[in-house]
Each structure stands twice: as structure tokens, then as C-alpha cells.
């Protein structure tokens, strides 16, 4: 079985605690469940992380390089910000989706840019935490 990744970025431990109205009533572990079920049915083991540090993701995105076949990524702000994230992303070899629970294209104009993108191989926004099935339904395509 190929492995996943699902690597979240800082605040996002909070899904479901707060906000509904922009990121839903599921939380971390809703998603966990989901995505774990799904992947059974493609033929892929899911794990799933966040972390509130810049750091924290990258050392999940170098860990991935050895552990992982394809990487669905959340890096909540640090999308916004990071460069550090995009090079450690570039180092990996496999497929990455980005996504976002909300329409990042519909908010603050400093969220209409992503440097993750520049990297991705696919970009959902807007599907609410479906989003990460969508993702993962993709990367089953990917990775067949
Ligand atoms: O829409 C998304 O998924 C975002 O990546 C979420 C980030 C935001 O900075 C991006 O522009 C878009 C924020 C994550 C904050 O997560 C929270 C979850 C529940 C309650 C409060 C914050």
C-alpha cells in the first residue's frame, strides 16, 4: 500500500472549535476518519499532521520524502508567506495537492496568493473539508 500524507498548518487544530461559518462543524479527526475510510476503498494508507510551525511542516514534508508516494497540503497561512515550504516541497518527488477548506479566492486579496502553488499539482479551494476527500481522490488516480 502506497502512504499518503495530509499535512496541516498552524490554527488548523482548531477546525471544528471555531469559525463554522468559514471552516465548518468537522474537526482534525472527522477528517482523519474520512480520508482514512476513503483511502482503504483506493488502496492508500492516510496519515494525517499539523503543526503550528513554519519548521514543523517542513520537517513533515522531508519526512515525507522518504515515507510517502503523495503529499495533500493545508499550510493554512504560511501559504500566504512561505518560501521555506515551497523549496522543502520541491525536494519531494511525488504528487502534491493543495487545499483549502475555504475560497481563499473570495477572501482579503493576501490570500489570492499561494507559493505553494508554484509547486502543486492540483489546487482545490472552496469545497469545505471535502476538499481533502476531493484531494485524496485524486492522488488515488495520480498514484495507480
Ligand atoms: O481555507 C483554508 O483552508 C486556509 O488555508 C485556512 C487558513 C487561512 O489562513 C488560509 O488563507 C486559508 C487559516 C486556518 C485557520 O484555521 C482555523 C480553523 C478553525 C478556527 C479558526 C481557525
Given at each position: 500500500m502506497k502512504t499518503v500524507y495530509i499535512l496541516n498548518g498552524p490554527n488548523l487544530n482548531l477546525l471544528g472549535r471555531r469559525q463554522p461559518e468559514i471552516?465548518?462543524?468537522?474537526t482534525l479527526d472527522d477528517i482523519r476518519t474520512a480520508c482514512a475510510a476513503l483511502g482503504e476503498t483506493l488502496g492508500l494508507t492516510v496519515e494525517l499532521f499539523q503543526s503550528n510551525h513554519e519548521g514543523g511542516i517542513v520537517d513533515m514534508i522531508h519526512t515525507a520524502r522518504e515515507n510517502a508516494a503523495g503529499i495533500i497540503i493545508n499550510?493554512?497561512?504560511?501559504?500566504?508567506?512561505?518560501v521555506a515550504i515551497l523549496d522543502a516541497l520541491n525536494t519531494f518527488d511525488g504528487p502534491v495537492v493543495e487545499v483549502h477548506i475555504s475560497n481563499v479566492h473570495k477572501r482579503?486579496?493576501?490570500?489570492?496568493?499561494?507559493?505553494v502553488s508554484l509547486r502543486a499539482d492540483g489546487v482545490i479551494a472552496?469545497?469545505?473539508?471535502?476538499g481533502y476527500q476531493a484531494a485524496l481522490r485524486r492522488l488515488g488516480t495520480l498514484l495507480a
Open positions: 471552516y465548518g462543524h468537522e499550510p493554512g497561512a504560511y501559504t500566504h508567506t512561505s482579503e486579496s493576501f490570500r489570492h496568493h499561494s507559493y472552496g469545497l469545505g473539508t471535502e
